[in-house]
Structures are given as structure tokens and as C-alpha cells.
């Protein structure tokens, strides 16, 4: 680690005096159990962070109750003012940040930048939108009133968030939560704590020398449990949860049994379709990229590709060819393409998916297996694998969280194609490659792909922070970051003012008063 200046980059955003279980001195880090963050990189422990403990949160609560008549009272536009700040500490911290990330979470150094980068766009973003929070006009139906709807700040947002963005998804939410005028309690990944305290000392920072209060930002910490404090919280209209299918169910329903809102960014099982007029070089990068990039721990990994059979030898023989180039190792050496798995739980699901799939009939491709020796001693390192599949099989319906890459054969036409991409119970990302207009249309047409996300020529991994993000059916619904998304985070209200001396009632309906 200290050959990558980690000790440094600790430094430089706080973390460091936490190590040993000592507290930075902040109230927001609780009096709970321990957690200790150990590094998928090299096996090392980085730092122990204490958890909350039900008394810390109703301590962090007050703190963000209290904070929020102060902040929803300043205009949306000063609010943005103090989110370009956040913007421009992220810019100098950025590097340290972004070691940070790949050191603790396993992403690539490049990654672990692109994260950060995305959390300063959607900074910018929310800077421009702070004047632009805009609610419609209507003319009303009746003579001498005005119509009109405005969108005010909701409350507390709950924000849980997974271990493979662990500082992008947070800065997605509270940038945009932020200028709406609400606060943010966030609760990290427990795989991931010390960049959830990174960021918060950052937030913490800005706020401070703008004479805020701290609660605008906290940070909670701990595993589901911790989770479930913010859950089943009436104090809390809006949970903000990104994570697994399996834990969106759960939140889903105790944030439902409350009438709460939730905004759910789960699982996906995320196809290309390589049609025979696709351009095979870039179908090869695109799917490469999209199933090894994170070592396959993105949402939108690729995870099926579906290929008409009249080209799919070829494209099998050149991913074949692909994978033979790519160095495993280190991901803060940027000579290396795949990283680790976060730990040792997410290896086992991994050899199990390849295990399932011969079971079912499958056949491996490209091996794969665990690394072991030199510069692999934390057991994280693991081949990025390919098999031929079935549609159908069990695993393949599943979203296997690591590099596995399933080849499935199609016949006939564009919609057979997308009949096997919409047979699964995810619909987050999704792509076709070709050069034919009219199968591209048709994909992204109302009988095409039926995910969130439809990419034409380009993979299914990342999105731009512009765009709405999230999916359909089992990824929750939710969509976060660009175009509208901002709305989830306020509440709408339609007003009507009568400026006349009458007041005309409904129905016709007279009273003789
Ligand atoms: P996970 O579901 O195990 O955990 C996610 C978060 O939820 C963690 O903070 C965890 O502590 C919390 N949690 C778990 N159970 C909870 C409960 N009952 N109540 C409250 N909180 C609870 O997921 P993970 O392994 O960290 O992340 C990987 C998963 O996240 C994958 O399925 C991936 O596709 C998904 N993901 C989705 C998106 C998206 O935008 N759609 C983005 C990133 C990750």
C-alpha cells in the first residue's frame, strides 16, 4: 500500500485517526460495535469505524430534523452555491478520494478517479438545476383564479447505499437532495466505511465554513440493522436504497408498511444483442469491458450476450483472443485490467456460478479460478470467466456479481433476440449492436428492450450523470442523477388563488348564506 501512497491519501481525508477504533471526534461516528475494513488489494486492515448505536441515531436524527428548517429555508440558488463548493473540495481532493476507493472497494485507480468524477458532474449538474426547480402553470376553470403547482423540500433523506459505488451513489442522491433543500442521512455499504467517513468529513468541511449546520450531511454506520433504524422511520419520508434485489424487497416493504416513499436502484442482469449486422471489433470492446470492468461488480455489467448464430463463432473465437490479454492483479498498478472481488463471501458466489452452470449443462470457455501466490495473499483474485449457456438456466437468470460472462445462440430474428433479453426478472441496462436502422429502432421501440437503460452501438456498463438512471421490474424502479430525476426529492404542491370577491363552489353546488 504505501508503494501506492495509501497512507497519504488516508491522511489527506481524515481517516487515518480512526485506525485502531478511535473516533474522529465527529458525533456522527456512534458508540456501536466495531467494524474493521479490511482491503480486498493486499488482505490489510486499513481502519476500524465504530457503528451507530440506536442512541447515536436518534442523536444524528435530532441533528437533521433541526438542520433541516434551517436549510430548507435558504434559497434553492444559495443552496447550489454551497453544492459548487462540495464540487470543488471533491476537485482537490480527488486523487486521494479516488485511491481510497480502489484501495478499499477493489476498483481500478482509474475507476476509483472516474467515481469521484462523476460525483463532481453531478455537483455541476446540481448547481445549474438549483434555478431551475421548476413546477407548471395551468389556467384554471374558473373565472378570477390562478393555478399553479411548486415543488417544496421533502424532509430527511435516508440514503443506503452498496459497497461497488461506494462515494458516486451517495454524491447522485445528495447533490440533487441538497439543493431541493432536504438533508441527508447516509448509511454506507459496511463493506465500504471509510469512504462514507471520507466523504462526510468533506461535506463536513464545507458546511462548517459556511456557517451550516453539520446535519445537512450525516453519516450512520453498521449493517442492516443500522439500515432498518431509517427503514421503518416515520421521521423519514424518502429512503434512497441502492444494493441487491433480495435487500431492496425487505426495504421496499418497511418503507411501504409506513407509506413512506422509497427509490429503489437494484440488481440487474444486463444483455447485449450482437445482431448479424453488428461491427464485431466494437461488440469485442463493448462486451469486454462492460463483463470485466470492476471485475463484473457493476450494476450494469454485461452479464449475457446474445448473439445470432450466424456470427456467433466469430465473436466467440475474438472475446476468446480478448481475454487471453488481460493482467490480473494489483488495480492501483495501472498496468492491470481486473482487480479483486471485495472479499472472499463474493469468491465463493463467484466459483458457484461457474460450478451451476456446468450442472445445467453449460460449457466454460475461458476458465476461470481463483488466483493464489505473489501479490494475490488476500484470496480476492479471480479469472475473469466465460461459458456457453442457456436462456433458461437458473444461473443465468440470476445476477452473478463477478466476471462471468454468459454466451447465448439466438435464431431468426431482432425479436427473438429480445424475447430471451426481457425473459429475466431484472431490467436495468441493455445494448444492441448493429448497424441496421431498423433493428436498432425496433429495440428501443415500445415492443423492444423493456429496461432503463437502451444503448445502441455501446455497452451496457456506466451511464452519463445527465440522464435518468435506474431500471425496471426487479431493479426497484427507481431512477436517480439526470433529467427529472430531482422531483423524487421534494414535494409537489398545487396551488389555487382566487383574486375575485365570489366564491364560486364545485358542482354548482349554492349555499344561501
Ligand atoms: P446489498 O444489498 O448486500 O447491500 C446494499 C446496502 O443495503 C448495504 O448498505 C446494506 O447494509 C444495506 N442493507 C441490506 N439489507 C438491508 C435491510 N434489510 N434494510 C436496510 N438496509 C439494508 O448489496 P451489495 O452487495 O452492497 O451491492 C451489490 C448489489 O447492488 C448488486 O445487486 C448490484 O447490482 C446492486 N447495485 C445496483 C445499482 C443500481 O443503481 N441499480 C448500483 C450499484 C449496485
New binding site residues.
Given amino acids: 500500500a504505501s508503494q501506492f501512497g495509501i497512507e497519504k491519501a488516508l491522511k489527506d481525508l481524515g481517516v487515518m485517526d480512526i485506525n485502531h477504533g478511535t473516533s474522529t471526534g465527529s458525533s456522527h461516528f456512534g458508540s456501536g460495535e466495531i467494524i474493521s475494513s479490511y482491503s480486498p488489494v493486499d488482505g490489510a486492515l486499513i481502519a476500524k469505524v465504530k457503528t451507530t448505536a440506536k442512541e447515536d441515531y436518534e442523536q444524528v436524527m435530532a441533528a437533521a430534523t433541526k438542520a433541516f428548517k434551517v436549510w430548507r429555508s435558504k434559497p434553492a440558488p444559495q443552496r447550489g452555491e454551497i453544492v459548487r463548493q462540495f464540487g470543488e473540495k471533491l476537485r482537490e481532493k480527488k486523487e486521494a478520494l479516488g485511491k481510497l476507493v480502489s484501495y478499499e472497494m477493489g476498483k481500478s485507480y482509474q475507476e476509483g478517479l472516474g467515481e469521484v468524477q462523476e460525483m463532481i458532474d453531478i455537483c455541476d449538474f446540481a448547481v445549474g438545476l438549483s434555478r431551475q426547480l421548476h413546477g407548471l402553470t395551468m389556467h384554471s376553470e374558473r373565472p378570477g383564479h390562478r393555478m399553479y403547482e411548486q415543488y417544496h423540500s421533502l424532509g430527511v433523506v435516508g440514503i ?6 461506494p462515494v458516486a ?1 451517495w454524491a447522485w442522491n445528495t447533490a440533487l437532495a441538497w439543493i431541493c433543500g432536504d438533508v441527508c442521512v447516509w ?5 465500504t466505511p471509510l469512504c462514507g467517513v471520507a466523504c462526510q468529513n468533506i461535506a463536513v468541511e464545507v458546511f462548517k465554513a459556511n456557517g451550516l449546520p453539520e446535519g445537512i450531511s450525516c453519516l450512520i454506520n453498521g ?2 440493522r443500522v ?2 433504524m431509517m ?1 421503518t422511520d416515520t421521521r423519514i419520508p424518502l429512503i434512497s ?7 431492496g424487497k ?2 421496499a416493504q418497511n418503507v411501504a408498511a409506513r407509506l413512506g416513499k422509497s427509490l429503489l ?4 442482469n444486463n444483455a447485449i444483442i450482437v445482431t448479424p449486422d453488428a461491427d464485431i471489433k466494437m461488440t469485442v470492446i463493448g462486451a469486454v469491458f462492460g463483463a470485466v470492468g470492476t471485475a463484473g461488480q457493476r ?1 450494469t455489467s454485461t452479464r449475457r450476450l446474445i448473439i445470432h448464430e450466424s456470427i456467433y463463432d466469430q465473436v466467440k473465437t475474438a472475446l476468446v483472443e480478448a481475454y487471453k490479454q488481460l493482467r490480473i492483479g494489483n488495480p492501483l498498478d495501472e498496468n492491470n485490467h481486473v482487480g479483486p472481488l471485495i472479499d472472499t463471501d463474493a469468491v465463493a458466489h463467484y466459483k458457484n456460478a461457474l460450478d451451476k452452470v456446468v450442472e445445467e449443462g453449460g460449457k466454460i470457455i475461458v476458465d476461470g479460478g481463483v488466483l493464489e501466490g505473489e501479490g494475490y495473499e488476500s484470496g480476492c483474485y479471480v479469472k475473469p470467466a466465460i461459458a456457453e449457456a442457456q436462456p433458461d438456466f437458473k444461473i443465468v437468470q440470476h ?1 452473478t ?1 463477478a466476471p462471468v460472462l454468459y454466451l447465448l445462440k439466438y435464431s431468426g430474428s431482432v425479436e427473438d433476440a429480445i424475447d430471451i433479453q426481457n425473459n429475466v426478472a431484472q431490467g ?1 441496462s441493455s445494448a444492441i449492436m448493429t448497424n441496421n436502422l431498423r433493428e436498432a429502432e425496433y429495440f428501443l421501440s415500445v415492443a423492444g428492450s423493456d429496461c432503463g437503460i437502451a444503448n445502441v452501438n455501446i455497452g451496457t456498463s456506466g451511464a452519463e450523470i445527465g440522464g435518468a ?3 425496471e421490474k426487479e ?1 426497484g424502479g427507481g431512477r436517480e442523477s439526470g433529467s427529472d430525476a430531482w422531483k423524487v426529492y421534494m414535494r409537489r404542491q398545487t396551488n389555487t388563488i382566487n383574486y375575485t370577491t365570489e366564491l364560486p363552489l364545485a358542482q354548482g353546488i349554492k349555499f344561501d348564506l
Avoid at 448509511?187 to 463493506?191: G, L, M
Avoid at 436502484?265 to 440487474?268: I, Q, V
Wanted: net charge negative; proline share 3%; aromatic share 14%.
Fill in positions: 443506503i447505499s452498496a459497497f461497488n459505488f451513489v448509511k454506507p455499504s459496511e463493506k449493517d442492516y439500515g432498518e427503514t436504497a441502492t444494493g441487491s434485489t433480495r435487500m425487505i426495504v436502484e437494484l440488481g440487474g450494476c445476477e456479481f436495468l438512471f435506474g431500471g431493479t
